[in-house]
């Protein structure tokens, strides 16, 4: 019901800064709450960043939190995710994920139901 895909990653230096893209086709997206994920190599996947349906309730993770924006444009179909002064340890393939629940948007991945295929970021020191 649900296409996601990624676009925008690349290699950045330390410090500067990346545009993640996410353009969703398919079922209803203006109802729908959309998370970035992360998994590196020999790591879990774990939560970046997420967004309730209107754009209003916001949640990231720790390690991000500051340096990272998630947002979203219900008119295209589109999700974001601003990466600013990258640091190498943020290197990893980050995917975007749509669920349909209600309320404050879920940090936990296993609660997301559609998943993108991933876009590799590198960041160099």
């Known amino acids: 019901q649900v296409q996601l895909v990624e676009s925008g990653g690349g290699l950045v230096q330390a410090g500067g800064s990346l545009r993640l893209s996410c353009a969703a086709s398919?079922?209803?997206?203006?109802?729908?709450?959309m998370g970035w994920f992360r998994q590196a190599p020999g790591k879990d996947r774990e939560f970046v960043a997420a967004?309730?349906?209107?754009?209003?309730?916001?949640r990231y993770a720790d390690s991000v939190k500051g340096r990272f924006t998630i947002s979203r444009d219900n008119a295209k179909r589109m999700v974001y995710l601003q990466m600013n002064s990258p640091k190498p340890e943020d290197t990893a393939v980050y995917y975007c994920?749509?669920?349909?629940?209600?309320?404050?948007?879920?940090?936990?991945?296993?609660?997301?139901?559609?998943w993108g295929q991933g876009t590799q970021v590198t960041v160099s020191s």
């Open positions: 994920a749509l669920d349909y629940g209600l309320g404050s948007p879920s940090t936990a991945k296993d609660d997301y139901d559609y």
């Open positions: 967004v309730d349906w209107s754009g209003s309730s916001l």
């Open positions: 398919g079922r209803t997206f203006s109802s729908s709450r």
